[in-house]
């Protein structure tokens, strides 16, 4: 028998500072989450400077916690993770300077993390992954298709050309008056509305993988502003319901495209905008219909959001690979695969 | 007492470890180096160059800011994982007391951090018996109030420490006779840090230890200005 590995994984490249103990990558011991979204929504979204400060307010309350819910002290842990990138700068350095001292105190090893990796390995949490598998990465501030060959094997087929997913539904959400972050709502109107408005539904006729959610945003505010103006009143829902009929048509076409050319036996969707209940239903539908032999797998709605878990999962496939860092690593605002 | 000790609370970065008064290493960069980057080796060598591990520490002293934002973060969040990971004491001390303690003894001590549009962090020292003495408390000012606010004291006793050029134009115009210690001539040094935080009580909510900003974030400025209040109940971080 394998020896278990405990891996304690930082998270806080936005604005939720999570701390979590996984145990060989798939089992969460804790996930601990503080989110400071109430703080964002009196500014109407993320303030870096703010998001900074709430980090270090938080970070050893949730080690503390960490540790204590998954009943693990130092010596039982292995290594230590932290997202490196994407994210926004400052908030990232809080969580990288945390791991980096509690490595170099307890003399463990290092792990940096890519949080767009992590999103996808939150299914890991979920799943006995298949490789290849397909991931579709939807969040706020990603719209990916990825094909996952191997462990930790990346390959980017598909992106967005302009806003992100995740993006798009904040700020049609603002134009209806939808507190920030506006995606959970919008999905909540969609629920009781009708497409009605046939918005754009952009480069679906086109052959490549890639998306654009910004002429679909601004048609929305456009028949908005319109509305306002000729004093023609507009159901909320429906607006909703279109937006997201829009939304929908567009990563279900291109994801589907993606799996022509690349059969694979799972499809992972994951990232914040994973939580839609329309998007959980239109590719069960959508799988079913094509008769496909594939597993949808759509992480718990925890797993979703920004979380430490998701990083501890992406940084075993690392630890068995000795992928280590050492002291010196920094934040890398716009990584990539 | 041994105490590791450190400030990257502006450009330069500062490390020293202290031992009854002994200072048993430091390490002090004036080019510009990343902070994020640089900070845990420094500490790792400064650890070394004393011969001592982190276990023997019994103190960490870290400078709690004003300063650079990023900066101050940098480094408390280093020393405040540290303690709380380790169970060592921890203490903050200001960043521009350790810019004054490299003043002379017998000067009004008024150590600046360029905020920038006329403005600075500042406080003002003295020693008094070889003793650091706080005459007014750090804050967030325009130049042209603090230059006002240090007539009280005879303008030839009066030197200012780590002045930007700007700054040392600003200053010059009212106080032409002022000593003015440029950025060049203020580095930060971690020993002195180590020294100042022996007589100050240990810190004793680790988790809520937080860098001395002396500012509002501008988001936060403008929320209040257009009359929010905060709402005595609200906890705008939850745990979910
Ligand atoms: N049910 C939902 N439907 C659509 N979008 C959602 C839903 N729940 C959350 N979101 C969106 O998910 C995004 C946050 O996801 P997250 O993975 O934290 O993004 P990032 O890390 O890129 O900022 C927000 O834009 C939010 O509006
Ligand atoms: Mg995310």
Partial sequence: MKK???????????????????????EILSNIIATQIKSHQRFGGVVPEVASRHHVEEVTHCIELALDEAKVGYDDLDAVAVTYGPGLV????????????????????????????????SANLVADLQYPFMALLVSGGHTEIVLVRAPGEFETLGDTRDDAVGEAYDKIGRVLGINYPAGKKVDEMAARGNDIFDFPRAMVQEDNLDFSFSGLKSSFINRVHHADQIHEELNKDDLAASFQGAVLDILSNKIFRALKQHPVKQLV????????????????????????????????????????????????????????????????????? | MKILA????????????????????????????????????DIQQALKDSKLSMDEIDLIAVAQGPGSYTGVRIAVTVAKTLAFTLKKNLVGVSSLEVLAADGSEDKILVPLMDARNDNAFAGVYQYQDGELVNLIEDHHTSMEKLLDTLKQYESDKLEFINATEHLTDLIKDVYPEAMVMDTKDSLPEADKLAKLAENKPAVSDIDNFVPNYLRLTQAEHDWYQKGHKKDGNISYVEEV
């Fill in chain 1, 269 to 337: 969707v994951a990232g914040g905008v994973a939580a839609n209940q329309g998007l959980r239903q239109r590719l069960k539908k959508d799988i079913e219909e094509r008769n496909l032999d594939m597993d949808l797998i759509f992480p718990p709605l925890r797993l979703c959001g920004d979380n430490a878990a998701m990083i501890g999962a992406i940084a075993q496939i690392q630890y068995d690979k000795k992928d280590f860092a050492d002291l010196t690593i920094n934040a890398d605002p716009s990584l990539d695969f």
């Fill in chain 1, 90 to 121: 400052g908030s990232l350095l809080i969580g990288i300077m945390a791991a980096k001292t509690v490595a170099f105190a307890h003399d463990l090893p290092l792990i940096k993390a890519n949080h767009l990796a992590g999103h996808i390995y």
């Fill in chain 1, 4 to 26: 278990d590995t405990l891996i304690l994984s930082f998270e806080s490249s936005c604005d939720e500072t999570s701390v979590a103990v996984i145990k060989n990558g798939k």
């Fill in chain 2, 6 to 41: 450190f400030d990257t609370s502006n450009k330069p970065l500062t490390v020293a470890v202290v031992c009854d008064g002994d200072v048993l290493a430091s390490i002090e960069s004036t080019e510009k180096k990343t902070h994020s980057v640089s900070l845990l080796p």
